[in-house]
């Protein structure tokens, strides 16, 4: 697919921290509870870390006890999107920015009304831009 944004993975690697190069652009994860925005109950948006687009909210924000963010759905669903995971002996759905084709997390379907979806996002695959 063509992206919106794409860099040499040299170029990822000099703007991007290592663990955030490793999560983002290398499909890892952070160990659950340590991410900066699992428990973050300020209001405000969630963006790509890469590319800087608009992802998730606080308004969509829930706590679903497994130590990443989750949201119930997107802010801009046009900026996600889906794809099949077959890593690790498991069958995932993995979310991506699609401007860029950045690694979020994963999406599952025991999540809270209104649409049943838990959208678990890696804090190191977003940054968090408070409400002014």
Known sequence: MSRKIEKSDA???ELLSPEEYQVARQKG???AFTGRYWNCHEQGQYVCVCCGAPLFSSEHKFDSGCGWPSFYTPAAPENIEEAEDR??????TE?????CGAHLG???EDGPAPTGLRYCINSVSVKFTGDE
Not at 87 to 92: G, I, K
Not at 95 to 99: A, F, N, P
């Open 11 to 13: 170029e990822w690697r």
């Open 29 to 31: 994860t952070e160990r």
């Open 87 to 92: 890593s690790h002996y498991m069958l995932r």
């Open 95 to 99: 979310v991506l920015c699609r401007d």
């Open 106 to 108: 994963h999406v599952f």
